[in-house]
Each structure stands twice: as C-alpha cells, then as structure tokens.
C-alpha cells in the first residue's frame, strides 16, 4: 500500500510543526503532502525548511473541503489519510490504518483529547435515514482507498463545516463500508482556553439542512430531523440563558441565524440536487474546478 497523507492547515504553525513530527516517526514512509490556505504566521516557510514534506500547495481559499480536495488532487498514493493540522498520530497509527484498509474501503479511528481531569475518546456513530444505513468517520483521522474517493469526486466544496458528515451519507449510497480501528489513533492536548470556539449555529444548520435536502430530497424525515436538531439546541441554549450563560437577545439572534439557515441550507439542497442526479450527489467536487492552488512546491 502506498499511503498518501494529506494535513490541510491554517495559521497553526507550531501544532503543524509537532503534527508533521509525529507523522515522520509513525509512517516514515508515507507521502506527505501539506495544503496550506492561506496562512499569515511562516507556516509556508516552516514547512520548506523541513525534509519530510513532500508536496506543499498554497491555497488563498480557507475552506477546509477545498483544501482537503486540493490534497487529494496532488496525491500519489492509492490510500490517502486526511488528518488535521493540530492532532498528533500514535505510535501504532499506520499499523490501524493497513488493518482498516483491508477490511473497508474507509477507515478511521480515536481522537484522545488530554483534559486536566483525564482524557477523552469517542466510538464509531451509526444512524439509519431514510433506509439507509450511515456510518460517520472522524474527517480528521481518516483514510480512503482512492477509488473511493474517486467515486465520491472527494469533498462538496459548498460546505463550510459538516463536509465529513456529508461525504458519510454518500458513502453509504455508493455502498463503499466504513470500519473502525482502535489502534488507528491521534491525540490532542488540552488548551489553556479548553479549545473552544464560538459556533456558528447558521452554517451548523444550513450545512445540515443542505446535506440532507441533498441526499435524500425534500422528504418528512429530512424535516423532522432538522427540526429535532433546531428544538435539541434551543432547549439547550434556553438553559444557557437561565443560568446566565446567553442573554435573551442573544438566544433570539442564535434562533434567527437557526432559521435562516435551515431554510438557505434545504433550498440550496435541492438545487445540488438537482444538479447532481447520480449517487455521488456532488455538484462541487474535485472535478468542478481546476484553480485551487495559487502555488505549489513539489519534492518528490
């Protein structure tokens, strides 16, 4: 197996640094290739200095299934991992990765965050939607046997954020299988700040809206599953509120931005949809566009 790794990364020069070390160690022999897009803090010349970087591509979009296609593009190997910028792979993570690739078409594994009161890990995620059987993976600890993600044309580059989640709904159209390795492991290490980010509950729900308009079409269960979302995450907010949390008005603005986005999200959808009648469902794929690296540095 040749494996192809692809870390797409933005402004995190230093965790891309100790990224790049551990995966030097773990698959010495994996090709390496770096999308960068566009970072502001030497990241491209941090990663020119060093020897174990085999392509390095400059993006100046900073989407992350733009970049994740971008890798794909440049990539050699007839495996290619994905694994984030900001995550550090264990010592037996290429032996999870072999064993996974034998079995499925897709492989993928734990993330172990260290927190002060311990660590933590999740398991494989299972859902069945509209008969169909979906297997979700970890886009940020993944491998795909590359006629897989031929078959998929990679990423939907529509999508901000859910890209993974949507690309699990296609797999399980296309009929390719999921596995899941334990030894295929990342780790994590806890912020001073607990690594939390403010989220944006408009593209949560118009990424959500969208996947599943797309994949399904504009059905009951497509509705009542959003909404089931949208009514978990206003009781949850609502708590915020009640503790003192989020101000009134700021739980108002979250449900705005919620409904705002259900509705941009299934309406852009069914247009994809529209578009894309085959079972790849992928109107922005690899194959749409050829102008996604505005450089490209090649050492092999």
Not at 29 to 45: C, L
Not at 113 to 127: P, S
Not at 243 to 266: E, L
Request: glycine content about 10%.
């Amino acid at each position: 197996m040749d494996l192809s790794v692809v870390v797409p990364t933005l402004n995190g020069r230093d965790r891309l640094a100790t990224s790049l070390d551990a995966l030097a160690e773990a698959a010495p022999e994996a090709e390496v290739v770096v999308v960068n897009g566009p970072s502001a803090d030497g990241t491209t010349g941090m990663v020119r200095d060093r020897d174990d970087v085999d392509v390095l591509i400059e993006l100046s979009d900073r989407t992350l299934n733009v970049a994740r296609n971008a890798g794909i593009e440049a990539a050699s190997g007839d495996a290619i991992a994905f694994v984030r910028y900001d995550v550090a792979v264990e010592e037996q993570w290429l032996d999870g990765v072999t064993a996974g690739l034998d079995e499925a078409a897709v492989v993928t594994g734990p993330s172990h965050q260290t927190l002060r009161a311990g660590m933590t890990t999740e398991t494989l995620e299972r859902r069945t939607i509209c008969g169909r059987d979906v297997t979700y993976f970890n886009g940020d600890n993944v491998a795909f046997h590359r006629d897989a993600l031929e078959e998929l044309d990679g990423f939907d580059e529509y999508l901000q954020t859910g890209g993974a989640r949507d690309a699990a709904h296609r797999l399980a159209e296309t009929g390719y299988g999921v596995t899941w390795q334990p030894t295929m492991s990342v780790r994590t290490e806890y912020e001073a700040d607990g690594g939390m980010k403010e989220r944006d509950w408009g593209w949560k729900y118009r990424a959500l809206g969208y996947r599943l308009a797309k994949n399904y079409g504009l059905r009951p269960t497509v509705v009542r599953r959003t909404l089931k979302h949208a009514r978990t995450d206003a009781i949850a907010t609502a708590r915020d509120v009640i503790r003192g949390n989020t101000s009134p008005t700021g739980w108002i603005g979250t449900g705005r931005d919620v409904i705002a986005g259900i509705a941009t999200g299934i309406s852009d959808g069914v247009v994809a949809r529209a578009r894309d009648r085959s079972s790849t469902r992928n109107p922005h794929g690899c194959s749409k566009r050829a102008d996604r690296a505005v450089a490209k540095y090649d050492w092999r």
